[in-house]
T-cell receptor, first 112, second 113 residues
Framework: KNQVEQSPQSLIILEGKNCTLQ??????????LRWYKQDTGRGPVSLTI?????NTKSNGRYTATLDADTKQSSLHITASQLSDSASYICVVSADSSYKLIFGSGTRLLVRP | DVKVTQSSRYLVKRTGEKVFLECVQD?????MFWYRQDPGLGLRLIYF???????EKGDIPEGYSVSREKKERFSLILESASTNQTSMYLCASIPGRYRYGYTFGSGTRLTVV
């Protein structure tokens, strides 16, 4: 069964600290993996998208990694800001498919 | 940037009402999607459309229908709203090749009382 699991479910960090969010998937055949940021009450916004051949991609203070062998991805946030408080959703798509498999998200709270 | 606009941010409807949720995208995307998002369940696909007047059921189509009369507009219809349809509804679109990122609308928070 195609699944995407994220950990931790929630995380609280102090402003300025770094953090890493995890995503494990069992989707096959794999096409790409995306990380989205979703502010409360808003729609998800794309941070990164990675295909099988890419193992790292950055978007400002956000860096995503992908290990296609172990089927794991991580999202690293550097020097966190209060505006980073949001849910972060890992999404995987199977090859040539419109269907996305969504993780349940990690809720991040950055405190001053 | 692609813009996906959902007509309402918040809606409150009564049980049994017919409800229309509207979504418009401005980049000529072929594919449009309706999802609902509930705590602990993530996003679940209700319906999608890959062309005008074409639609396919997603994972949870029961109680919903859709309409796509024009390429830029995709409507989700709740024929007779029920309290278990209280949720956040998200519209998304992508161009013809699925490898590109989805663009989501801001969402409509629907409450059925």
């Amino acid at each position: 069964k195609n699944q995407v699991e994220q950990s931790p479910q929630s995380l609280i960090i102090l402003e300025g600290k770094n953090c890493t969010l995890q995503c494990n998937y069992t989707v096959s055949p794999f096409s790409n993996l995306r990380w989205y940021k979703q502010d409360t009450g808003r729609g998800p916004v794309s941070l990164t998208i990675m295909t099988f051949s890419e193992n790292t991609k950055s978007n400002g203070r956000y860096t995503a990694t992908l290990d296609a062998d172990t089927k794991q991805s991580s999202l690293h946030i550097t020097a966190s800001q209060l505006s980073d408080s949001a849910s972060y959703i890992c999404v995987v798509s199977a090859d040539s498919s419109y269907k996305l498999i969504f993780g349940s998200g990690t809720r991040l709270l950055v405190r001053p | 940037d692609v813009k996906v606009t959902q007509s309402s941010r918040y809606l409150v409807k009564r049980t049994g009402e017919k409800v229309f949720l509207e979504c418009v995208q401005d980049m000529d995307h072929e594919n449009m999607f309706w999802y609902r998002q509930d705590p602990g369940l993530g996003l679940r696909l209700i319906y999608f459309s890959y062309d005008v007047k074409m639609k396919e059921k997603g994972d949870i189509p029961e109680g919903y229908s859709v309409s796509r009369e024009k390429k830029e507009r995709f409507s989700l219809i709740l024929e007779s709203a029920s309290t278990n349809q209280t949720s956040m509804y998200l519209c998304a679109s992508i161009p013809g090749r699925y490898r590109y990122g989805y663009t989501f609308g801001s969402g409509t928070r629907l409450t059925v009382v």
